[in-house]
């Protein structure tokens, strides 16, 4: 497969996108010294902007299937850059909602539209682009808690919003010019038309059962993410801001692993791959139970690379099978999955704050056990 400007606009679009969105969970901890908060209540800066994902990614697919990819894409990162700076304005914990929400209304356009321009225009490798998107989206991920956590600790958690808008314009910019107007693209007849497709995907069982597949990897994701963070910056770990940043470095297990679940696929099928993940992905979970950082850290890499598996084999689902209105498919599948990361920044609060660390690890395996049990009841393994 050749790497060319196209596949080059598809990964800025998603490091753009997935650098703004878990951009506070290394800071949580600094965000609750700060503003005197509980971790449920600073976890809403996570919450908001997954659920305002939820929200508006079914629209996007509609207006995208009528207006097309590229002009939709390039628009949401040049706006998804000034409630990013407005951010590093805010003068209180719910200002900081706010803002994370209205960046999550900007999001939506950038992923959701970019995996139906990859489906449209590589068809043949469907499953191989959406595994570079979904890299490109684990560095992005990273780059988020990495460089807000570094970005804090030398100037402060405001200067790390201006920091994360530059970087935003600059990946606008370069998908502006990188990315081709579509070839493949054929416009729905209207929204009417667009919301018709849509009620035919929320009747196929399959498909729904991705997008439960969808919900569990992010819930798990969130949760585990977000809590972790308060294990490690309370003794005897006691890591500080710019080192739970660093941490983040195992998001990168996913970028190595992700363009090869084409293949994997492939060889094994979504199903046989997606059980052996979900099996090392519970492992992990129990390994972060040690009382050892090495150990932590071994168990987040195993939960990152199994996850990121999960999410490569139920996006390019979506992407090989689906024929008739892609885009809104993928609204659908988005919303799902960010309303399955709003999930997974509230509902484990609850088991943190009552049983710790384990409590949470407790929720997330539930979650995990479930979505291994979607994938292998209603997929049925086609050629990729």
């Not at 490690?232 to 080192?243: E, G, I, R, V």
Request: proline share 4%.
């Amino acid at each position: 497969m050749r790497f060319d400007r196209r596949a080059f606009a598809v990964a800025l679009a998603a490091i753009c996108a997935f650098i703004d969105l878990y951009a506070t969970q290394a800071l949580l901890p600094l965000l609750a010294r700060e503003f005197q908060a509980t971790p449920a209540q600073v976890s809403r800066t996570i919450s908001a902007t997954t659920f305002a994902v939820a929200l508006i990614a079914p629209f996007t697919g509609v207006v995208a299937d009528v207006l097309g990819r590229k002009r939709v894409i390039v628009a949401a990162m040049f706006a998804l850059v000034v409630p990013t700076a407005m951010v590093s304005f805010a003068g209180s914990l719910d200002a900081i909602v706010f803002w994370r929400f209205v960046q999550g209304l900007m999001l939506p356009p950038i992923f959701a539209v970019t995996i139906a321009y990859v489906g449209e225009e590589w068809p043949e490798e469907a499953t191989s682009m959406t595994g570079i998107y979904v890299a490109a989206s684990g560095v992005g991920g990273f780059l988020s808690r990495f460089v807000s956590g570094l970005l804090a600790e030398h100037f402060g958690w405001r200067a790390t919003f201006l920091g994360l808008a530059a970087i935003t314009l600059a990946c606008a910019a370069g998908a502006a010019l990188m990315m081709p107007r579509e070839r493949r693209f054929r416009r729905s007849a209207s929204i009417a038309a667009s919301f018709g497709m849509m009620a035919a995907h929320l009747a196929d069982p399959a498909l729904l059962a991705t997008f439960g597949v969808g919900f569990g990897v992010l819930f798990s994701f969130v949760a585990v993410f977000t809590y972790v963070n308060f294990v490690l910056a309370a003794p005897p770990y006691s890591l500080s801001t710019a080192s739970l940043g660093t941490i983040f470095v195992v998001y990168l297990a996913g970028v190595a692993i992700t363009p090869l679940s084409g293949r994997l696929v492939e060889r094994f099928g979504r199903r046989l791959l997606v059980a052996f993940a979900c099996l090392v992905w519970l492992a992990g979970l129990a390994i972060t139970l040690v009382h050892s950082l090495a150990a932590i850290l071994l168990g987040l890499t195993l939960c990152v690379a199994c996850g990121f598996l999960c999410q490569s084999c139920a996006t390019s689902y979506v992407a090989v099978n689906v024929r008739q209105g892609r885009s809104s498919a993928v609204g659908l599948y988005v919303t799902i999955y960010y309303i399955g990361g709003g999930a997974g920044a509230l509902i484990p609060g609850y088991a943190f704050g009552t049983a710790g660390w384990p409590g949470c690890v407790a929720c997330v395996a539930v979650v995990v056990a479930l979505l291994t049990l979607l994938a292998q009841s209603f997929w049925r393994d086609r050629p990729a």
